[in-house]
């Protein structure tokens, strides 16, 4: 059974930075982040291809995080700067089976998803 297991969340004061992973139990093809937040639907963070050539964000995190893989390692990265208190959420690894579907923003687009990793920005 595929499993993705994150790891990274935590305490952070605004401004500050931590980098989720997410290692997969086998080859994915495109895989992203989501979030979501008490009272708030589950949101699209970031995606990025099979390959890692392209990525994708949402608008309220672009230019502060950054999305990469190492498919050796059928790992994704998360790098997240300039934290607010509005990223505040657990987030949630998804991956697709397969590797010719291409990131997506819609939740229901995934075949596999983490447990989710808790992030709290705040001082």
């Known amino acids: 059974q595929v499993q993705l297991v994150e790891s990274g969340g935590g305490l952070v004061q605004p401004g500050g930075s931590l980098r989720l992973s997410c290692a997969a139990s086998?080859?994915?093809?495109?895989m992203g982040w989501f979030r979501q937040a008490p009272g708030k639907e589950r949101s699209f963070v970031s995606g990025i291809n099979w390959i890692g050539t392209e990525t994708y964000f949402a608008d309220s995190v672009k230019g502060r995080f950054t999305a990469s893989r190492d498919n050796a390692k059928n790992t994704v990265y998360l790098q997240m700067n300039r934290l607010k208190p509005e990223d505040t959420a657990v987030y949630y690894c998804?991956?697709?089976?397969?590797?010719?579907?291409?990131?997506?923003?819609?939740?229901?687009?995934?075949?596999?998803w983490g447990q989710g990793t808790q992030v709290t920005v705040s001082s």
């Open positions: 998804v991956s697709k089976r397969n590797i010719r579907q291409a990131v997506t923003t819609t939740p229901g687009d995934y075949d596999y």
């Open positions: 086998g080859r994915m093809g495109a």
